[in-house]
């Protein structure tokens, strides 16, 4: 599976915005589907994940009634909408694929998008 997150850019404290990550080979319809961060200087963090029948999800709590995860596998495209955004969201975005559902950040993930890069800053 190949993905590619996009919809990225600059938003304002406060603001929304909403990423995709499509898969522009092979199929994302059985795979867990997960969205990753890493500001500047920081390490990669887990942001959310959803199960490929959409049932099971979990969110980090630092977004959690923030972000939203959501997923069309007719698309072959995972979401993620940010909503009321602050500084410490500016970060590259990527996806990521397994086969398998897990809660934890720390499972290995198969695949990977490039990052889409979120800036908010007034």
């Known amino acids: 599976v190949q993905l590619q997150a996009s919809g990225g850019g600059l938003v304002q404290p406060g603001g929304s915005l909403t990423l995709s990550c499509a898969a522009t080979?092979?199929?994302?319809?059985?795979?867990?589907m997960a969205w990753f961060r890493q500001a500047p200087g920081k390490e990669r963090e887990f942001v959310a994940v959803?199960?490929?029948?959409?049932?099971?999800?979990h969110l980090a709590d630092s977004v959690r009634g923030r972000f939203r995860i959501s997923r069309n596998n007719v698309k072959n495209t995972v979401y993620l909408q940010m909503t009321n955004v602050n500084s410490e969201d500016t970060a590259a975005y990527y996806c990521?694929?397994?086969?398998?559902?897990?809660?934890?950040?720390?499972?290995?993930?198969?695949?990977w998008g490039q990052g889409t890069l979120v800036t908010v800053s007034s």
């Open positions: 080979e092979g199929t994302i319809s059985t795979y867990a």
């Open positions: 990521a694929a397994r086969d398998g559902y897990s809660d934890s950040p720390k499972v290995r993930y198969d695949y």
């Open positions: 959803m199960s490929w029948t959409a049932k099971r999800l």
